[in-house]
Structure formats: C-alpha cells, structure tokens
C-alpha cells in the first residue's frame, strides 16, 4: 500500500517565479492539508481541500493557492516566489467521517523548496 | 489562540539513558494530541496520540499521558537508542477544524 508520495523532491526557483509541487493522498484517503516547514521550525498549515474545495485555510497570502483532482491528488502553486519561501513543503492526507476529518494525518516526505 | 510548546533542544543523551521531552498547549474544548518524529531528509512519522484525558499514547517504548489539569502531554522513554536520534514535534488537533497545530519541534541526539 503506497503511503502519501509527492513530486519533486527537490526544487530550485528564482524570486518571482512560480512554482507547483504535487501530492498523491494514502489510497482510501479523501482529504489533503498542506503545511510549510521552515529550517529549524514546526510544519505550519496552509490549506486543506476535501470534495475538490478549499475546506479550511491558515495564515498564509493568496499567492499560495491549490487545486484537489477527483482522484483525491492535490496540488499546491506559489505564485511571485520570495526568498521567505524557502522551505520543506509537506502534504498529509487523512479521512473523512461523518463530516469530521479523522483525526489521524499521514505525511509524504515533502518537496524541498529553494528560493535564490 | 491554540498553541503547543516543547522544550528547546538539542537534548543530548547517551544510549539506554531516560528520555522526557516536555510539552505543553493551550487550547479551547478537548483536542486530540499527537507525537509526530522526524528522521533527517525525511516526513513526519506519527509515533503516539492521545484523544482524551488521561489517556496514554505508546509506540516503540515512548509514552505520552495526556494531563488537562496541567495541559502536558510529556514524551518519555526508559531506555533511548542511537536510532531514536530525530526532531520529534508535539502537536495538537480538533477534529472540526482539521488541521494539526505544532511545536516548535525538539532535537534529540543519542551517543553510543
């Protein structure tokens, strides 16, 4: 049983660029969150997408936006790139039950972003 | 707001020596508490969890007990080993909202 697996694993951008990381959710799993994990921090919520739509969003600017497929994948885009956006980029996918999400989260192994 | 806090790190052991890494939240109603780890280059592993109070999460000889009176919920283990050299995170989580809230994370090294 495949586990979360997100692509790529490494990225190098230029400040104003655009760039677009992608998640494939634990089979059976139905929800994907996002999470930004600064050098030497804890993972930061972004954005989780249940049923194709932004669910639930944290204090993140509108340059980061995402999409989730009908399959349940899920992808995240910064737009206008920043230095301050350097940062490990985790995607965790989870259940949903009863209209509660479950509350156990699976991650991947995370794309690493780099910001010159 | 809801919030986690974990001790600084690096924690410096020796092997077969008694790990506590502290913990604790602030947090409205009664969130589920988690112990995620990191190894180096990797994801986050979920290690133990805890979904009411007094509960008691354990996996791989860690233990965490999950105390509303003091808000913790403490990571111990008996005995540490070289391989358990990570960054554990302690976190915290409604099952309305959906999203884990996390510490700062803490860095264990074990020497041999």
């Known amino acids: 049983d495949a586990g979360v697996t997100q692509s790529p694993t490494h990225l190098i951008k230029t400040r104003g660029q655009q760039v677009t990381l992608r998640c494939s959710p634990k089979?059976?799993?139905?929800?994907v969150s996002w999470y930004q994990q600064a050098l030497g921090q804890g993972p930061q919520f972004i954005f989780q997408?249940?049923?194709?739509?932004?669910?639930q969003r944290g204090n993140f600017p509108d340059r980061f936006s995402g999409h989730q497929f009908p399959n349940y994948s899920s992808e995240l885009n910064v737009n206008a790139l920043l230095l301050g956006d350097s940062a490990l980029y985790l995607c965790?996918?989870?259940?949903?039950?009863?209209?509660?999400?479950?509350?156990?989260?699976?991650f991947g192994a995370g794309t690493r972003l780099s910001v010159l | 707001g809801n919030s986690v806090t974990q001790m600084e790190g690096p924690v410096t052991l020796s092997e077969e020596a008694f790990l506590t890494i502290n913990c604790t939240y602030t947090?409205?109603?009664?969130?589920?508490l988690f112990w995620y780890v990191q190894y180096p280059g990797e994801g986050l592993q979920l290690l133990l969890k805890?979904?009411?109070?007094?509960d008691k999460g354990s996996n791989k000889g860690f233990e965490a007990t999950y105390r509303k009176e003091t808000t913790s919920f403490h990571l111990e283990k008996g005995s540490v080993q070289v391989s358990d050299s990570a960054v554990y995170f302690c976190?915290?989580?409604?099952?309305?909202?959906?999203?884990?809230?996390f510490g700062q994370g803490t860095e264990l090294s074990v020497k041999p």
């Open positions: 089979s059976g799993h139905d929800t």
């Open positions: 976190a915290l989580f409604y099952n309305q909202g959906g999203k884990l809230i």
């Open positions: 997408y249940y049923e194709e739509e932004e669910r």
């Open positions: 947090a409205t109603g009664y969130p589920s």
């Open positions: 965790a996918s989870s259940e949903e039950t009863g209209g509660l999400a479950k509350n156990i989260q699976y």
């Open positions: 805890a979904t009411k109070a007094d």
